[in-house]
């Protein structure tokens, strides 16, 4: 059974950075074809995928937010790492973390954390 | 970058009735190579994580109830609810995965 489970603070100061941890279980990044991505949710706004990072360390990021991601990842933990700089209440939102194989979309999802950016 | 354009924005129906989703792309998601369209819908309750409904524009994953189905192919796809229950009511999320995971704008269905 795959799970998946996200960490992190619940509120951070404006430009601070966010680390977000999402630790998984029932799967493992050193398969082929795996991978973890980030996807938010603002309140009441539309979920915007983020970041993902595929077994073989292929990373992908939302062009829109690029220049602040980085996405790493831990075999030996079975934890993928969001660090996400310059944060804004407009970041503000729910983060989710999900498992996907290859070309497919997101099968399984995180619960979520939720982030609070404010002074 | 692909947009991807959902209509309508929320949708009310009545408990039986069809409810219809309809996501539009700004590129073409149908995979020439493999002839699938890579399209998915995703169903999202409050407080609960998204759940994954259909893969490649019109297959149901596992459990998902068969009044929920998928059709269209290279820009334009529906979603349909053939009888809406109570349980159904949620925001609707069309993605594709065939560039960069983009989502729709999500659309809200409602019981009358």
């Known amino acids: 059974q795959i799970t998946l489970k996200e960490s992190g603070p619940t509120l951070v100061k404006p430009t601070q950075s966010l680390t977000l941890t999402c630790t998984f279980s029932g799967f493992s990044l050193t398969t082929s074809g795996v991978g973890v991505a980030w996807v938010r949710q603002p309140p009441g706004k539309a979920l915007e995928w983020l970041a993902l990072?595929?077994?073989?360390?292929?990373?992908r990021y939302s062009p829109s937010l690029k220049t602040r991601l980085t996405i790493t990842k831990d075999t030996s933990k079975n934890q993928v790492v969001l660090t996400m700089t310059n944060m804004d209440p407009v970041d503000t939102g729910t983060y989710y973390c999900a498992h996907l194989t290859g070309t497919y979309p997101f099968d399984i999802w995180g619960h979520g954390t939720m982030v609070t950016v404010s002074s | 970058d692909i947009v991807m354009t959902q209509s309508p924005d929320s949708l009310t129906v009545s408990l039986g009735e069809r409810a219809t989703i309809n996501c539009k792309s700004s590129?073409?998601?149908?995979?020439?190579?493999?002839?699938?369209?890579?399209l998915s819908w995703y169903q999202h309750k409050p407080g609960q994580p998204p759940k994954l409904l259909i893969s490649?524009?019109?297959t149901r994953e596992s459990g998902v109830p068969d009044r929920f189905s998928g059709s269209g192919s290279g820009t334009d796809f529906t979603l349909t609810i053939s009888s809406l229950q109570t349980e159904d009511v949620a925001v609707y999320y069309c993605q594709e995965y065939l560039f960069s995971w983009t989502f729709g704008q999500g659309t809200k269905v409602e019981v009358k």
């Open positions: 990072i595929f077994w073989n360390d292929d990373i």
């Open positions: 590129q073409n998601v149908l995979f020439s190579s493999n002839n699938k369209n890579y």
């Open positions: 490649w524009a019109s």
